[in-house]
């Protein structure tokens, strides 16, 4: 698909889907700054909205504080809690809400986000002659959404340069065939003996900020709100 420079991009970020695709299928945290500039690609970029939810507790404080750092708008929603337990958050209205009013704005709308509820706004959007990108993990996406979009961008295709934790380093490696006695370098030190296998990597520790959200992302669909306890890692 060609991108032009003139062209006027609004981006609109699900943030709790993202968040968790990232988690469940690496290990591993979304760098949301780096993914805006990758998307926007030289066009001009009108504004770009993460859409989030903020717990009574405040923990989820760094996380909204890198956001607004690297230039992305928050459109933040209280998390309700039921007596049942159950915490909701839900923000697919308001960012379809967003996405149709900007749509007399720019050019182009880029969802980020890989669930299915979306793909009602994406006709409505191309219907009005807007074009519509999405951006999300394909293992994660809804189909019919990869489908509708006007172009579709795989975040795991580039996830050496937008995925950041331990869990990335470990999806890119492969065995080592040794057919002979030779020294091997692995994690727990230097050993010489190529009859064993390499002990398991040791996690490395990261930072969280827990978010009292909702539970793991479910293929091709938001993450359901349900009353678990999700986490969310800080990228700053």
Known sequence: MIKRPEQRVAIFIDTQNMYHSAKHLFGARLNFSKLVETM?????????????ARSKTGEEKAFLEALQAAGIELRIKDVIEFSSGERKA???????????KFAERVDVIILITGDGD?????????AKSIIVEVAAFGDSTAK???ESADY???IADQRRTLLMGSGILRSFRTPRPISHPAPRVTDEGLHMSPHKE???ERHEKEIEEDLQLNGPAKTGRRPAASGGRRKIRVTI
């Open 198 to 200: 390499a002990p398991t």
């Open 118 to 126: 979306f793909v009602p706004l994406v006709e409505y959007l191309k």
């Open 40 to 52: 926007t690609a030289g066009r001009t970029l009108v504004r770009a909205f993460a859409y989030v």
């Open 144 to 146: 019919a959404l990869r």
């Open 90 to 100: 839900d923000w697919d209205v308001g960012m379809a809400i967003d996405a149709v």
């Open 152 to 154: 579709f961008f795989d």
